[in-house]
């Protein structure tokens, strides 16, 4: 049984990344992208949006991705 993955949290504080991040995963692999653009932001979502997977910049302002990975809910 083939596993289906269909929504994707891209989390940058680029929003030139976020952008090239979004069209590369629509248009090659036809996610649906929520973007994020703090770790904190990235929870919220996470908790409403319950994405298939996360893909998380490692150096962030306030809060990069392995203190978000920390503090999930």
Do not use: F, Y
């Amino acid at each position: 049984m083939a596993l289906i993955l269909s929504k994707v949290l891209l989390v940058d504080d680029e929003p030139d990344i976020r952008r090239i991040g979004q069209i590369s995963l629509e248009h090659v692999g036809q996610w649906k992208v929520v973007q994020a653009q703090s770790g904190l932001q990235a929870l919220t979502l996470a908790a409403d949006d319950r994405p298939d997977v996360v893909l998380l910049d490692v150096i962030m302002p306030e809060v990069g991705g392995a203190g978000t990975v920390g503090r999930r809910r």
